[in-house]
């Protein structure tokens, strides 16, 4: 039995399906993003000709695979509009994160607390994205909320990770002065980030217009597994705005309605924060029942076991 994943985009396919012709196995195809779709979806492929020909060809190595996996509800979606047909030979598999290292814990917490003395975070009420800085993320856009928010001293943006756009995102900080409320930080030892994700009030989970569908922003599952509240910008009816939604751990405005995304920070700041508090451990509630690992795991293990019958 051949396994691949979708990368390199095209090419992780591709390989499965020579392997399967060459060894006459069977081929699973994990698709953890659409691409050319995802290229296409932020302009970074804009030749028709090498754009049609790049889904005709993925496209093959879906119709030839065994079975596919997806990452995501929404991406069936797409999987079946490309195959141009309903198809049995899928199953939606989320990706996760390790539930039992990341878990809830509070800022005074010595792991945490001495990451927040660390970066001199003390005392602030503080808006994290922890995760590539990279083109599908419309983070260069949504830099500019920072200014609107000046006057509340205790915010603080916190932007951990590297990425295409970081060195954009950080000029227009310096540009517009908001160094004092604004922080960068290169992506954190693993070790870490069971703490950096608790040393946030509020976390942005956020995707480009047009990603539905074609991707899952995975880190939704490390967010929901610290008990955090989410600050959704996604597009409705796209697999993060699902969890967010069935979980009740957030809100969720659309993409590039960057006054939308000013208006619901602001209403989530001036919550409660208690509520708060408690408005991000459903989403961890949510994740044991739902999105476990070992549900995950073994879902892959019945699969595996039915395609050797």
């Known amino acids: 039995m051949i396994y691949t994943i979708s990368q390199p985009p095209i090419l992780g396919g591709l390989i499965g399906s020579i392997g399967k012709a060459l060894k006459r196995s069977k081929h699973i195809y994990n698709i953890q993003d659409f691409n050319p779709e995802q290229a296409e979806s932020i302009g970074f492929m804009k030749n028709r000709f090498l754009f049609a020909a790049a889904r005709w060809l993925d496209t093959l190595n879906c119709r030839y695979a065994d079975h596919i996996i997806t990452v995501g509800q929404d991406m069936k979606e797409t999987l079946i509009g490309r195959l141009r047909r309903e198809t049995n030979h899928y199953s939606v598999i989320n990706n996760w994160t390790n539930e039992q290292d990341i878990i809830p814990l509070p800022k005074d917490h010595p792991g945490v607390a001495a990451l ?10 503080i808006v994290m ?24 001293k205790d915010l603080l943006f916190v932007f951990i990770g590297d990425g295409a756009v970081k060195k954009r995102m950080v000029d227009y900080v310096q540009k ?17 980030l069971k703490h950096s994700l608790n040393a946030a009030d509020l976390h942005l989970v956020v995707n480009q217009k047009g990603i539905k ?18 600050l959704g910008v996604l597009e409705q009816g796209s697999e993060a705005e699902r969890l967010i939604h069935e979980s009740g751990c957030g809100v969720v405005v659309e993409p590039q309605d960057y006054e939308a995304v000013k208006r619901r920070l602001g209403e989530l700041y001036r919550t409660d924060r ?4 408690l408005l991000g451990l459903q989403g961890r509630s949510y994740l044991e029942k739902h999105l476990r690992r070992d549900i995950s795991l073994e879902k892959y293990r019945n699969l595996l076991l039915s395609l050797q019958k």
């Open 213 to 230: 569908g074609v991707s899952v922003p995975s880190k939704i599952y490390g967010v929901m597994a610290a008990g955090k509240p989410i």
């Open 116 to 125: 927040i003395r660390r970066h001199g975070w003390e005392g602030k009420f």
């Open 274 to 277: 208690d509520r708060l508090r």
């Open 176 to 192: 517009n002065g908001m160094e004092e409320q604004v922080r960068f930080l290169p992506f954190l030892p693993k070790e870490e």
């Open 129 to 152: 994205y922890s995760g590539n800085l990279g083109l599908y993320y419309d983070l260069e856009n949504l830099i500019a909320i920072t200014p609107a928010f000046r006057h509340c």
